[in-house]
């Protein structure tokens, strides 16, 4: 049932986001030779299939040294890779200090509307004829947004990851105000974004119903700047300003997996 009151969300690669601290008290007393070898177990056990990825990022502050972004096809191959990292050497040196689970997805309030406003125009909303040509035109907008949805990871340099929610408080709640309003707010919200063009990429995944927030926000730019700037101009827009809530920030370097011994 394709539910009005519902945007549509267009879904892509499986996400898992695996913070660990590095026990550097014990790698110390590895060789040189070792630790090439531990590292190279570890990006082995990481390599993906399908298309997917791993990025690597050096997290700055104490809430963790590494985190490794899995980008996978379905949730069995994130089970895979997070089981192949646990069977390595390198993973008795890592503590876990936090994770996140997500799907990329595509918010489509603006489609969403117009979709059923057209077929609504066709069909009796709730039919068979209704829901068949909706899920039609979902197919066809998945493979418009491919690309997106299953978005090669940016080789940006920084990293940005932070988990939010939308408020659902007794007199804030996002989930109470009317689908125009949400769309409207979701618009501003996109033209803020627009302008930041070519100088950020954004991949925003939905954990509603897989982890403790409700949505994945990784940022990839060549300055870190980009950051600071773009997440205090959204602030003022009012999906942010009224509605918004944030978890932990993980700010990092990215670099290649073959660096992993270097690092
Ligand atoms: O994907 C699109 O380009 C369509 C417009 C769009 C949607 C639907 C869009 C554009 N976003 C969408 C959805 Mn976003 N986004 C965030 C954050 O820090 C904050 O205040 C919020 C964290 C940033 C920095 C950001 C950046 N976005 C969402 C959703 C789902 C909400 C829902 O469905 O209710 C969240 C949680 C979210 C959060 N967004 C953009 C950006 C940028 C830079 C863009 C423009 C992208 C582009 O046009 O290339």
Redesign the pocket.
């Known amino acids: 049932m394709h539910n009005p009151l519902v ?1 549509e969300t267009l879904d892509g690669w499986s996400l898992l986001h695996l913070m660990y601290r590095v026990r550097w008290d014990r790698l110390r007393a590895y060789s040189d030779a070792d630790r090439a070898r531990l590292a190279d177990e570890a990006i082995g056990a990481l390599a993906a299939t399908d298309g997917g990825a791993t990025a690597c990022v050096q997290i700055l502050g104490h809430k963790a040294d590494l985190m490794f972004v899995c980008f996978r096809r379905d949730f069995e191959q994130l089970a895979q890779a997070q089981l192949a990292l646990s069977r390595t050497g390198l993973y008795d040196l890592l503590e876990p200090t936090s994770s996140y689970v997500s799907v990329v997805e ?4 603006e489609m969403t509307g117009k979709i059923h406003e057209q077929l609504g125009a066709k069909f009796k909303p709730g039919s068979d004829e209704f829901e068949q040509a909706f899920d039609a035109e979902m197919r066809t907008q998945e493979q418009r947004m491919a690309g997106r949805l299953f978005v090669e990871v940016p080789k940006w340099r920084y990293v940005c990851f932070y988990p ?1 929610n ?1 408020k659902r408080g007794e007199t804030v709640n ?1 989930y109470s105000e009317s689908f125009e309003r ?1 769309a409207g707010m ?1 618009r501003e ?2 033209m803020i ?2 302008t ?2 070519g100088k ?1 990429t ?1 991949v ?1 995944s939905g954990s509603i119903g897989y982890d403790d927030w ?2 994945g ?1 990784d ?1 990839f730019a060549q300055d870190p700047l980009v950051f600071k700037k ?2 205090y101009e ?2 003022f ?1 009012e999906a ?1 300003a009224k509605f ?1 809530e ?1 978890g932990p920030f993980y700010t990092g370097l990215q670099f290649a997996p073959g660096q992993l011994s270097a690092y």
Request: proline residues 3%; charged residues 15%.
């Open positions: 945007p595509l918010g489509m309030y939010m939308k996002w949400r979701m919200h996109g974004g627009r930041y063009t950020v954004q925003i409700e949505w926000v940022l773009l997440i959204m602030r827009g942010s918004a944030f």
